[in-house]
């Protein structure tokens, strides 16, 4: 087997985590979609299709990007001016760098983007962050710093354009003492093939993966920011709870949030 990235300090626990609407608080493609593409109402429409099972997310994110026709130069500054960091990811990742935690980015956007912006956002230390996702290329003739002159590229030829269940499988086949623990984080669509393939999952409070959970009886434990992922993993990290006790609990205070809202 490769060596695993991740794995070069055989940590005891892996955090992995989507990027857009996850580690920011919105997400960058959707923005970009919203106010420089065909828009809200149109991007919403296909992210229902998704979810219901009606279009790959692979075609639908493919359509939302191809109808953005700026310069990928300009999108990733319109981005770096508007799109912020969850308040506290950055005291989380600063936590996980003291305490072995490697962060892994699995991402159904394009690395370009998020390099960019995670320079911008956390700063020093940002490049030690693995980022596996989609990336960009010129159209025939062109160059991706002009007009309609950029495409995705897909990370593999699954209908997610990115599995990211892909990603976290070889760590399941380490052997019992070298697997580590495994952590997600997640919001959407593009997380659903990650969703049942971890330890302990994060979704996060009033998003579609929420939904997807709940539709498909997949254990999560909500969150609305870092800081209840800081304070969940560093109980764990420092042996005075368990992933089990997490998740049940995760479960059980969802069950209880839902029927004081019925």
Known sequence: MAALAAMKTSPKFVFFTDFDGTITTRDSNDFMTDNLGY???????????????????RDAFSDMMDSISLPFDKCIQTLVDNIVLDPYFKEFYEWSRENNVPVVVLSGGMTPVIKALLAHLVGEGAEHIQIVSNDVAPREGKSINEESGWQIVFHDDSHFGHDKSLEIAPYHALPDNERPVMFYAGDGVSDLSAAKETDLLFAKKGHDLVNYCVREDVPFTLFS????????????????????EVSAQGVADFKKEQSAES
């Open 225 to 244: 920011d870092w800081s209840i992922i800081l304070a969940k993993v560093k109980l764990i990290v420092e042996g005075k709870t368990t992933v089990q």
């Open 39 to 57: 828009g809200k109402e149109k991007r919403v429409a296909g992210n229902q299709d998704v979810l219901h099972g009606r279009s790959s997310f």
